[in-house]
């Protein structure tokens, strides 16, 4: 089960965990790099997704709210009774 939003955490874990795996031997798609280098890219990636979430919930609330208003302006245009 992945802890994403609601539940624990803002973010799915699963981009730290596949940091670690690549110090456990993992295979990666960067061969010519160390794997140090790929564990460091990796811990990177997730911190820029943790610290992003909050812009990408307002940013997709924000467009949800924009799609809301437009539908409400076309039923007024219409004469079509709106419940709130």
């Not at 795996?21 to 990796?42: E, I, Y």
Request: proline share 5%.
């Amino acid at each position: 089960m992945a802890l994403t939003g609601c539940c624990a955490a803002p973010v799915s874990p699963g981009t730290f965990v596949s940091a670690f795996t690549v110090l456990c031997g993992a295979r990666t798609d960067l061969p010519d790099r160390h794997m140090c280098c790929v564990f460091w890219l990796n811990i990177a990636a997730a911190l820029i997704q943790i610290l992003t979430a909050i812009v990408m919930v307002g940013w997709i609330m924000s467009i949800f709210w924009g799609m809301d208003m437009v539908i409400l302006a076309s039923y007024k245009e219409q004469g079509i009774p709106q419940q709130l």
